[in-house]
């Protein structure tokens, strides 16, 4: 359950224009980052953060701390593979954050 000290972090997270757009990228990986090639399979495991870096044009230590930030907020669930690390959306939480803004505003 979403708290309201969530859902403030959940804010803070997406109201940056870049995590917000990589948020937008990584909900239809497929289209966005089909430009590079998979190192495991998108669907599952989600987008390696070389490709988000590369896509968003942005310093690789800049979309670490973008995507620990989006992880904290529990907007994104990394995967390891190797040494490289994954991220897809957590779907669950996020329709739990829809609920809650509906819910409350």
């Known amino acids: 359950m979403i708290t309201n000290t969530d859902l403030v972090e959940v804010f803070k997270a997406l109201g940056n224009p870049a995590r917000l757009q990589i948020m937008r990228w990584l909900r ?14 998108r669907e599952e495991v989600g987008v390696c953060v070389t490709h988000i870096q590369a896509k968003s044009g942005l310093a690789q230590s800049t979309v670490s701390s973008y995507m620990s930030t989006l992880e904290r907020a529990g907007l994104v ?5 190797g040494k490289w ?10 329709a739990q954050v829809s609920r809650m803004i509906t819910d409350t505003v």
């Open 85 to 94: 690390t994954h991220y897809r959306r957590d779907e669950e939480q996020l």
């Open 28 to 41: 239809d990986p497929e289209t966005h980052f089909a430009e590079y090639e998979p190192i495991a399979d």
């Open 77 to 81: 669930h990394p995967t390891r593979i």
